[in-house]
């Protein structure tokens, strides 16, 4: 088990730039090649028999859902029931995060862009298309890797958050050095697995159908849920299904390798007024009158999004091209799914810009669009937190930080917004990349940053000196075993029995007072 313990981090500043190194050794690398080959066999058997079973009932295999958005069939799950996959839905988003911050000329004196050695081929994305790779932005530096041939806006849009130049001032992506690896969302888990050696951070703006979804290619509401799990609530709202329990055990036998994920866009589909008719997700030709719970409240997040070693991503409104100065100034967006998760774990992790963002567009190779939603999110966040491994590279001789240390550094230095401490809104808090920078480079000598194995049974402890410059934090965070899935119906739906294998607590303790963590109720 991995444990990191950050109270904020070591290292002196440098520009160096070094030679790409192996990740992991021959013995996890065929570890990861076993778990591929696994993971391969059960995807195809599960598609192999969702198609099937479609075929018989008239389910659609995929379809247009309007303003950029597709979605197709993507397996059946333990209950008999089909999942779909669909997709959700850059100057002034840097700026309100602050990874501008990390470029030339911003206040840390850095020059970061994602081109190291270390990092530029280590960036990912999967999503419903191909890539306009012919685009202006991206030069030679977006390659496709699977036979997806048709270039999609979304994805075209999501890699210009990503990477896009600058040609475009006003589009230019978070890490518009790095180069980006594209995959489309078919057959994801299978392809992540075979790339998890090679890659950092990887991008996923799509999620599975759940609840309440507009179609508008069709002006037809449709409900995604299961009625023999509920009549009234999709149960995937929340859900920790085999899906999410793929993407942890990727991130376990990869743990230098973070997956980055839209929270979700559902909130704001609430579905169609009481009385009228709908289309139920299991079959086109089936409709309903019946009054069904709506998306607009906590409970929001679905399947993968609740995975434990991923980071999950909300949305929020830009800040008009400057920071936050206080959490009030850090609004929701309308559409932004809210946890928590069926067993109380906070996600989303954290939020992000993702309204009204200018980005590429497959519109032609100088086109742009602006679009919104936690899709829009999710790269802005992979896309720098890149540079951090960037930065972290340089200063280590090219070593990663593992995926677990980037993801308890983010989350450790977000800045706080809606209630006080972690919610189930906005998570930890938005991304503010120029201190979690200044956490690495430690040039106050007030932070300290350490990954450390822990023993099962076993307690880890350090002696700390407070600066007396501010408040005392401290956060651990580590890549957890992937957890068991429920088979049977009734225990679906909301069940709180919890998804940690290994559940680790923090104590501060100053000989007199115990100071423990923040914990949540998904009760109240």
């Given at each position: 088990?991995?444990?990191?313990f950050i109270i904020a981090i070591l290292l002196l500043s440098a520009t160096f730039s070094f030679a790409q190194k192996d990740l992991y050794n021959n013995?996890?690398?065929?570890?990861?090649?076993?778990?591929?080959?696994?993971?391969?066999?059960?995807?195809?058997?599960?598609?192999?028999?969702?198609?099937?079973?479609?075929?018989?009932?008239?389910?659609?295999?995929?379809?247009?859902?309007?303003?950029?958005?597709?979605?197709?069939?993507?397996?059946?799950?333990?209950?008999?029931?089909?999942?779909?996959?669909?997709?959700?839905?850059?100057?002034?988003?840097?700026?309100?995060?602050?990874?501008?911050?990390?470029?030339?000329?911003?206040?840390?004196?850095?020059?970061?862009?994602?081109?190291?050695?270390?990092?530029?081929?280590?960036?990912?994305?999967?999503?419903?298309?191909?890539?306009?790779?012919?685009?202006?932005?991206?030069?030679?530096?977006?390659?496709?890797?699977?036979?997806?041939?048709?270039?999609?806006?979304?994805?075209?849009?999501?890699?210009?958050?990503?990477?896009?130049?600058?040609?475009?001032?006003?589009?230019?992506?978070?890490?518009?050095?790095?180069?980006?690896?594209?995959?489309?969302?078919?057959?994801?888990?299978?392809?992540?697995?075979?790339?998890?050696?090679?890659?950092?951070?990887?991008?996923?703006?799509?999620?599975?159908?759940?609840?309440?979804?507009?179609?508008?290619?069709?002006?037809?509401?449709?409900?995604?849920?299961?009625?023999?799990?509920?009549?009234?609530?999709?149960?995937?709202?929340?859900?920790?299904?085999?899906?999410?329990?793929?993407?942890?055990?990727?991130?376990?036998?990869?743990?230098?390798?973070?997956?980055?994920?839209?929270?979700?866009?559902?909130?704001?589909?609430?579905?169609p007024p009481v009385g009228t008719y709908y289309f139920l997700g299991t079959s086109t030709r089936d409709s309903s009158n019946i009054a069904r719970s709506?998306?607009?409240?906590?409970?929001?997040?679905?399947?993968?999004?609740?995975?434990?070693?991923?980071?999950?991503?909300?949305?929020?409104?830009?800040?008009?091209?400057?920071?936050?100065?206080?959490?009030?100034?850090?609004?929701?967006?309308?559409?932004?799914?809210?946890?928590?998760?069926?067993?109380?774990?906070?996600?989303?992790?954290?939020?992000?810009?993702?309204?009204?963002?200018?980005?590429?567009?497959?519109?032609?190779?100088?086109?742009?669009?602006?679009?919104?939603?936690?899709?829009?999110?999710?790269?802005?966040?992979?896309?720098?937190?890149?540079?951090?491994?960037?930065?972290?590279?340089?200063?280590?001789?090219?070593?990663?930080?593992?995926?677990?240390?980037?993801?308890?550094?983010?989350?450790?230095?977000?800045?706080?917004?809606?209630?006080?401490?972690?919610?189930?809104?906005?998570?930890?808090?938005?991304?503010?990349?120029?201190?979690?920078?200044?956490?690495?480079?430690?040039?106050?000598?007030?932070?300290?940053?350490?990954?450390?194995?822990?023993?099962?049974?076993?307690?880890?402890?350090?002696?700390?000196?407070?600066?007396?410059?501010?408040?005392?934090?401290?956060?651990?965070?580590?890549?957890?075993?992937?957890?068991?899935?429920?088979?049977?119906?009734?225990?679906?739906?909301?069940?709180?029995?919890?998804?940690?294998?290994?559940?680790?607590?923090?104590?501060?303790?100053?000989?007199?007072?115990?100071?423990?963590p923040f914990i949540l109720n998904p009760d109240k």
């Amino acid at each position: 088990m991995r444990l990191q313990f950050i109270i904020a981090i070591l290292l002196l500043s440098a520009t160096f730039s070094f030679a790409q190194k192996d990740l992991y050794n021959n013995t996890q690398k065929r570890k990861l090649a076993r778990i591929s080959q696994e993971i391969n066999l059960q995807y195809n058997t599960n598609y192999q028999k969702a198609v099937k079973v479609a075929n018989q009932k008239g389910w659609k295999i995929e379809g247009d859902l309007g303003n950029g958005r597709i979605f197709r069939l993507n397996g059946i799950d333990e209950t008999g029931h089909p999942l779909y996959i669909a997709t959700e839905s850059n100057a002034n988003a840097a700026a309100t995060t602050r990874t501008n911050q990390l470029y030339s000329g911003g206040s840390l004196g850095l020059s970061l862009s994602g081109s190291s050695d270390a990092v530029k081929n280590r960036l990912g994305i999967w999503d419903g298309g191909a890539i306009l790779t012919t685009h202006q932005e991206f030069g030679t530096r977006v390659t496709q890797q699977d036979n997806a041939s048709t270039a999609n806006v979304h994805a075209t849009h999501v890699a210009g958050t990503m990477t896009a130049a600058g040609v475009s001032t006003q589009a230019r992506g978070m890490a518009f050095g790095a180069n980006l690896k594209a995959w489309d969302f078919n057959g994801d888990v299978t392809e992540m697995t075979a790339a998890a050696s090679n890659l950092a951070v990887s991008n996923h703006s799509y999620g599975f159908q759940a609840g309440w979804v507009f179609n508008g290619t069709t002006n037809r509401w449709a409900w995604y849920g299961n009625t023999n799990v509920s009549e009234f609530e999709d149960y995937k709202f929340g859900f920790y299904d085999s899906n999410a329990q793929a993407w942890d055990k990727i991130a376990v036998a990869a743990p230098s390798y973070l997956i980055v994920k839209s929270a979700g866009n559902n909130r704001d589909e609430t579905g169609p007024p009481v009385g009228t008719y709908y289309f139920l997700g299991t079959s086109t030709r089936d409709s309903s009158n019946i009054a069904r719970s709506k998306n607009d409240s906590y409970d929001g997040l679905s399947t993968t999004s609740t995975a434990k070693n991923i980071l999950t991503v909300g949305a929020i409104f830009g800040t008009g091209g400057v920071p936050p100065s206080q959490p009030s100034d850090i609004k929701i967006s309308s559409f932004s799914s809210w946890g928590p998760t069926d067993d109380g774990r906070i996600k989303p992790d954290l939020v992000a810009v993702g309204v009204n963002l200018f980005s590429t567009s497959n519109s032609s190779t100088t086109g742009y669009s602006v679009l919104s939603g936690t899709s829009m999110a999710a790269p802005q966040t992979s896309g720098s937190l890149l540079l951090l491994q960037e930065l972290y590279a340089n200063l280590n001789a090219g070593q990663l930080m593992k995926s677990s240390t980037l993801k308890g550094l983010a989350l450790h230095t977000a800045d706080d917004a809606g209630s006080a401490g972690p919610d189930y809104v906005f998570g930890w808090g938005l991304l503010n990349m120029e201190k979690a920078a200044k956490v690495i480079l430690n040039a106050d000598k007030s932070y300290a940053l350490t990954e450390r194995n822990l023993v099962n049974g076993t307690e880890f402890s350090q002696k700390l000196t407070a600066s007396g410059k501010g408040a005392l934090t401290a956060t651990i965070c580590w890549t957890d075993l992937e957890a068991t899935v429920f088979g049977v119906l009734s225990a679906n739906l909301n069940n709180r029995t919890p998804k940690l294998v290994n559940d680790l607590d923090i104590r501060i303790s100053d000989g007199t007072t115990n100071y423990l963590p923040f914990i949540l109720n998904p009760d109240k």
